[in-house]
């Protein structure tokens, strides 16, 4: 069955340090992963990462994609307050011939404090 | 231009009875996905439409169905609803098929069954 899991569920940093968020997928005929921002609101999209674009960077987040190892890291450095979220994960799969599902990991919480 | 738009935002039904949510995607946008949300689960694909065609269905029984009309609105029907309906569905968009491009989320619709 295919799952993506995301690691650690919930985290807790001060304003300015680094944080990486992992997620790791196992889904047939892998197209894509998409990383997603989820404040009180719908979820935001961050980036999309497939086998011809494997990292991806903008301002202070950046994503990186390992297709060896199934799994990818989504890093926000000097962390504001107002990255407080949920960060979804996504991998998109499906056989051959069908346009596939997008398989959600169930997030990681990030709190950050003043 | 106009984002994606869900009504109605906030729904209370009973057991037993049956409800529809309507999402209208981004002007030009010919995919909708429709996703449930709760605590325990997290984000679970429901279905997508394109050119008014399912193209992809999640596991969810039966009682779950939708649709898409000429224009790319999308309709989600639940009937004989259950107290586990309760959840955040949230209807997303995007151009083409969802995890090939970015995909845009509406704010949801909360629907509380009692």
């Known amino acids: 069955e295919d799952k993506v899991v995301q690691s650690p569920l919930s985290l807790v940093v001060h304003e300015g340090d680094t944080v990486t968020l992992n997620c790791s997928y196992e889904?047939?005929?892998?197209?894509?992963l998409l990383w997603y921002k989820q404040e009180k609101k719908a979820p935001t999209f961050l980036f999309m990462l497939t086998s011809s674009g494997i990292e991806k960077k903008s301002g202070r987040l950046s994503s990186i994609l390992d297709k060896k190892e199934l799994s990818s890291i989504l890093n926000i450095t000097a962390t504001q307050t107002g990255d407080s979220a949920i960060y979804l994960c996504a991998s998109k799969g499906g056989a051959r011939g069908s346009q596939g599902n997008l398989i959600f990991g169930k997030g990681t919480k990030l709190s950050v404090k003043p | 231009k106009a984002g994606v738009t869900q009504t109605p935002r906030y729904l209370i039904k009973t057991r037993g009875q049956q409800v529809t949510l309507s999402c209208s995607p981004i002007s030009g946008h010919r995919s909708v996905s429709w996703y449930q949300q709760t605590p325990g689960q997290g984000l679970q694909f429901l279905f997508e439409y394109f050119s008014e065609t399912q193209r992809n269905k999640g596991n969810f029984p039966g009682r779950f169905s939708g649709r898409q009309f000429s224009n790319s609105r999308s309709e989600m029907n639940v009937s004989t609803l259950e107290l586990g309906d309760s959840a955040l569905y949230l209807c997303a968009s995007s151009l083409r098929f969802s995890g090939q491009e970015t995909q845009y989320f509406g704010p949801g619709t909360r629907l509380l069954v009692l």
């Open positions: 889904v047939t005929n892998f197209r894509s």
